[in-house]
């Protein structure tokens, strides 16, 4: 990958808000992860998590768990930091639309009936940050401030 490319990767000019919008879905994301690959916060890890989604047809279920679970986990940690902002953000978009997709789209919108409010909430704000970047308080900016120095 060249310079001018990953710097168009990295840079945003977007201000403080992706901030706002990188930090609590950061948070969201990686507590959502850490159920499915270490079983935390009342998860049922990878086996549970495995099992679970080989039942509605995602299969084979450990590997979806794992892909969805490390996707959430290190998408979201790297959401929280600002750090490749943009593909992480992209694929945990992608990931919410299996999850919609797959599971809620059934169920109506309401999460009241296991719909997909909150997957699309979390959508709509992944979107966003792919498109927006991760803002001027990211990981990324101050890498991309670095190519532009040397």
């Known amino acids: 990958m060249n310079k001018l490319t ?31 690959l270490f079983g935390w916060f009342g998860g049922y890890g990878l086996e549970g998590t495995g099992q679970w989604m080989a039942s509605i047809g995602l299969a084979p279920g450990f590997l ?31 990931t919410m639309v299996v999850a919609i997709f797959s599971v809620h789209i059934g169920n109506g919108l309401f999460m009241s009936n296991n719909g997909y409010e909150f997957a699309l909430s979390l959508l709509a704000a992944t979107v966003a940050l792919t498109i927006q970047g991760g803002g001027a308080l990211s990981i990324d900016n101050k890498l991309s401030a670095l190519l532009n120095t040397k």
């Open 64 to 94: 979806m768990a794992l892909l969805a679970g490390s996707a959430e986990f290190f998408g979201g940690i790297a959401l929280i930091f600002g750090f490749a902002t943009r593909p992480a953000a992209a694929l945990t978009a992608f």
């Open 6 to 36: 990953l710097n168009k990767l990295l840079i945003s000019n977007a201000g403080l808000g992706p901030l706002m919008l990188r930090v609590p879905v950061g948070i969201i994301l990686a507590a959502h992860g850490a159920q499915k």
